[in-house]
């Protein structure tokens, strides 16, 4: 990540020509040309959704972008191809002064600089599937019908984003934050939406949850090691967690809910095998029986005795501390954990758990699942 200045072009008087008062702030975009350790990049904006792999824009020569659907004399700013070099950022600085912009925006200089990218170099022209945008419904119903189903960059551009609304796939409607439900006849706003919670909503909140894992790494909170693992109930209530390594260990129970089990995950999330808990002591040797899934951990076989070291958690040094003999602990573990095996999930449910984060990637929501769920939408 690089953290750059904010630059605004301050053009009030386009911006509100445009109705957008906020892009002002977009000339920031200026800065990709000072990324000089690459030699060629494609900048995305952020309402952007990659859907496939686009390698091959890097083919392209600066500045490739696709044409702008309500100008398609002009490009479309949100994805393009350039080549960074300061030279280049420079003179958008020196052209962002002396000319201004026509739209107030980052894409009214960015068309006036590379002004020859209409009529020069067919090469320079993105097909629309690289950039298309919500309008291409309303505009051009058939051809986003026809076309729409090999998008590879979806845009949406435009005042309405998707994170701004929520989608019911029970009813099919939606509704914009804090305000009534948003006419069903919609029927982009209504895919962005839908899109957007399935694809990126996960994505983010997946990234935020490797953000907190990291940084509990550095400064570990024991009351928040706390790991689901699909199929099986794991306690809310870990048993110990082991603070100075990468392993957490916590109480759960089978899937089938019968013997509580010793979950013993690596930091990671990668399960390494689970135990019915016998032993509970500062140090308990575990003989791992059968990994319960293919662990990528070269050291942890079938058959092997591992020693893992428990460091005292509150939980169970509080458990130690009232009740001292071995059975008294597992019962104590038992009460904590077991749990009566779910009902299968239902589609809100297993929305539910897609919005937090909780993605079966392997499995119902592998990407040709998504893919599926996306054609069905554009087809
Ligand atoms: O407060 C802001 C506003 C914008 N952006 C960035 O700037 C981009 C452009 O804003 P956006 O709301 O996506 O604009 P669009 O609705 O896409 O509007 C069009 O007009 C903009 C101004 O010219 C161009 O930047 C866009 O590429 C073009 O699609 C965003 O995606 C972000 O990457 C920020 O980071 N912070
Ligand atoms: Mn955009």
Same mark, same amino acid.
Not at 286 to 294: D, L, M, N, W, Y
């Given at each position: ?10 053009d009030a008087?386009?911006?509100?020509l445009?109705k957008? *008062?906020e ?7 200026f800065h990709?040309?000072?990324l000089t /350790?690459f030699?060629?990049? $494609?900048?995305?904006?952020a ?17 490739? %972008?696709?044409?702008?659907? +309500? ?6 700013s949100g994805? &393009?191809? &350039?080549?960074?070099?300061l ?19 980052? /894409? +009214? ?6 002004s ?13 599937? =690289? ?6 419904? =309303?505009?051009y119903? *058939? ?8 998008a590879k960059? $979806?845009?949406?551009?435009g005042?309405t984003?998707p994170w ?11 509704t914009?934050d804090g305000? %009534?439900?948003?006419s069903?006849s ?10 957007y919670?399935?694809?990126?909503l996960p994505?983010?909140k997946?990234v935020?949850?490797s953000y907190e894992l990291?940084l509990r ?9 706390q790991? #689901?693992? #699909? ?6 209530h870990?048993?110990s ?9 916590e ?5 089938? +809910? ?5 979950l ?5 999330a990668?399960?390494?095998?689970q ?8 140090t @308990?040797d @575990?003989?791992? %029986? #059968?990994?319960?899934?293919?662990s ?5 076989q *079938?058959?092997?005795?591992?020693t893992v070291?428990? $460091?005292?958690t ?12 071995q ?8 009460e904590?954990?077991?749990? *009566? ?5 239902? %589609?809100e ?10 993605i079966?990637?392997?499995g119902?929501?592998?990407?040709e699942?998504?893919q599926k ?6 087809l």
């Open positions: 990540m690089v953290d750059v200045d904010e630059i605004d072009s301050k008087m386009c911006l509100a445009l957008r *008062p892009l002002g702030v977009t000339f920031t975009k990709c040309w000072t /350790q030699s060629k990049c $494609v900048f995305l904006d309402d952007t959704l990659v859907l496939c792999n686009v390698d091959e824009l890097f083919d392209r020569e600066e500045l490739s %972008a696709a044409p702008d659907s +309500g100008w398609p004399d002009c490009f479309n994805v &393009f191809v &350039f080549r960074p070099s030279k280049t950022f420079n003179l958008l600085l020196q052209f962002a002064n002396e000319c201004g912009s026509f739209d107030g925006g980052d /894409q +009214g200089l960015l068309n006036n600089f590379f020859n990218w209409a009529t020069t170099d067919i090469s320079k022209h993105l097909p629309f599937l =690289y950039n298309m945008s919500s309008s291409a419904v =309303y505009t119903a *058939p051809a986003f019908r026809y076309f729409g189903k090999d960059i $979806v845009h949406f551009l005042s984003k701004n609304y929520k989608y019911n796939p029970q009813t099919k409607t939606i914009e305000s %009534a439900s948003v069903e919609q029927l982009f706003l209504n895919f962005a939406v839908e899109m919670s399935s694809t990126i994505l983010l997946k935020q949850e990291a790494k550095e400064k570990p909170d024991l009351s928040e090691n790991i #689901e693992f #699909e199929g099986a109930l794991i306690s809310s870990p048993l967690t082991s603070v100075n390594t990468e392993y957490v260990i109480t759960t129970v089978d899937s089938c +809910g019968e013997s509580p089990l010793l013993v995950t690596k930091r990671e990668v399960v390494l095998f135990q019915p808990v016998q032993k509970v002591e500062s @308990i @575990i003989t791992v %029986a #059968e990994p319960c899934q293919s990528t951990l070269p050291n942890v *079938p058959g092997l005795q591992h070291e428990m $460091v005292g509150s939980l169970y040094s509080d458990i130690c501390e009232k009740k001292n003999t059975e008294e602990v597992t019962s104590s573990v038992s904590l954990s077991i749990q *009566p095996e779910p009902d299968p999930p239902s %589609a449910d297993q929305r539910r758990k897609w919005e937090e984060g909780h079966d990637y392997l119902k929501d592998a990407f699942n998504i769920k996306l054609d069905s939408f554009l």
